[in-house]
């Protein structure tokens, strides 16, 4: 079993930067894919961005593109997004995601609790 932590989400203007943490448990993190999500208020809970094993392949929602990064530190066993330019829109309760495989499949094995990132106009 996959335990997944996240922090880093708070309060920010619209324009501005957060960067999202996961942490995982185990020595197997290296091994397998991850991924975030974001679910607002009365919507369903949405793809954000995946990342490979090794981080050597990422992909984006639409939505994001451009504006979010994800990137990973195995020897920390810690997944990041970067959210830049930040819009009322994202706002929203941020999820990590631990993928079965190494490669983004999104088919998830453990759910971090969430972490909320308001963006304020």
């Known amino acids: 079993q996959v335990q997944l932590v996240e922090s880093g989400g708070g309060l920010v203007q619209a324009g501005g930067s957060l960067r999202l943490s996961c942490a995982a448990s185990?020595?197997?993190?290296?091994?397998?894919?991850m991924g975030w999500f974001r679910q607002a208020p009365g919507k369903e809970r949405e793809f954000v961005a995946g990342?490979?094993?090794?981080?050597?392949?990422?992909l984006y929602a639409d939505s994001v593109k451009g504006r979010f990064t994800i990137s990973r530190d195995n020897a920390k066993n810690t997944l990041y997004l970067q959210m830049d330019s930040l819009k009322p829109g994202d706002t929203a309760v941020y999820y990590c995601?631990?993928?079965?495989?190494?490669?983004?499949?999104?088919?998830?094995?453990?759910w971090g609790q969430g972490t909320q990132v308001t963006v304020s106009s």
């Open positions: 990342i490979s094993w090794s981080g050597g392949s990422t």
């Open positions: 995601a631990a993928n079965w495989g190494s490669i983004w499949s999104a088919r998830i094995r453990s």
């Open positions: 185990g020595r197997t993190f290296s091994s397998y894919a």
